[in-house]
């Protein structure tokens, strides 16, 4: 027997390349994943060991916890054409350091999109723009580990050169998988008062606060969410989605986008897949989530 059944079990690349294989897609875009220098990872890495507080008290053993070149090449073999290095300072004075080692990594991956970041500090607003100008692809914002006001003075002229240049910026604002002091959909909605063409990716579907993020989605034409860890039975688990806004999911199936996590998952990254299939929302919709949105989205 030469067919697809030969794959041995346990080959999740087979499985991975399987799924996006039937649904007729060149492949997957992965918006929301993380490479950073090896000693700021490794740090993330202790903080989920120890259960710090972003992990809301939860077992979260990383599934990937690999060499860089391990990881990019699964990635690989996974088959995601495109994917991100999604950076972020939970201090003052870190942000331009982060931006020069994710262009070094962009330049040297060429799968990966250039990522950029940014924190509400003095500066903020020259080291974007040269970041824009260096050919910054997206942009990460981390409101709860940064604990920082995403409307805040200092980053006002900042979103701006974002919203101009139609660059997207994945945020993580939701209060998941535990609240920060300026997390939940209100102080975004300020940003987005100001700036109403900020392209937003809301990052975890906005977890746990989905139907809030999904208004904002429905109102503000340039936001849009990631999938990173929602529908996963890790997820369900401690903050379901609900039920009833299944049809809205539906309705914004033009700017949800596939976010995993990698490598920082306590799951095998079919599961994500899996969850979203699960939902059943059909296969022009996992299309769109699972590659064609993003794809559209930053041109790959
Ligand atoms: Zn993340």
């Known amino acids: 027997m030469n067919d697809h059944r030969d794959v041995p079990v346990g080959d999740e690349a087979g499985e991975v390349r399987r799924f996006w294989g039937r649904l007729g897609l060149p492949g997957l875009v992965d918006v929301h994943t993380h490479f950073m220098p090896e000693r700021v990872l490794r740090k993330v890495w202790d903080y989920f060991d120890s259960l710090g507080p972003l992990t809301g008290g939860l077992e979260w053993p990383i599934t990937y916890r690999k060499e860089e070149a391990e990881r990019t090449a699964l990635l690989r073999e996974f088959g995601v054409r495109a994917f991100t290095s999604l950076l972020y300072p939970h201090k003052p004075a870190m942000a331009r350091w982060l931006n020069d080692w994710a262009a070094d990594f962009a330049r040297r991956t060429p799968d990966c999109l250039h990522t950029a970041t940014l924190y509400p500090e003095p500066g903020v607003e020259a080291y974007v723009e040269e970041a824009v100008e260096a050919g910054a692809r997206v942009f990460k914002a981390h409101v709860q580990v940064g ?109 949800i986008l596939l976010g995993s996590d990698f490598p920082n998952i306590p799951y095998p990254y079919i599961h994500q897949l899996h969850a979203l299939e699960r939902l059943d929302l059909g296969e022009d919709w996992l299309r769109a989530v699972c590659h064609d949105n993003a794809a559209g989205l930053f041109g790959v």
């Open 147 to 255: 604990a920082y006001d995403p409307a805040d003075e200092l980053l006002q002229s900042a979103w701006g050169l974002p919203a101009e240049a139609r660059i997207p910026v994945v945020i993580h604002c939701g209060s998941g998988p535990a609240p920060g002091k300026h997390t939940g959909p209100e102080p975004i909605a300020r940003v987005l008062a100001r700036h109403p063409r900020l392209p937003l990716i809301v990052a975890h579907m906005g977890m746990p606060e989905y139907e809030e993020f999904l208004g904002l989605a429905e109102r503000y034409g340039e936001v849009r969410l990631d999938t990173t860890a929602a529908f996963t039975d890790f997820a369900e688990g401690f903050m379901p989605f609900p039920r009833r806004a299944l049809p809205r999911l539906a309705g914004l199936g033009d700017r």
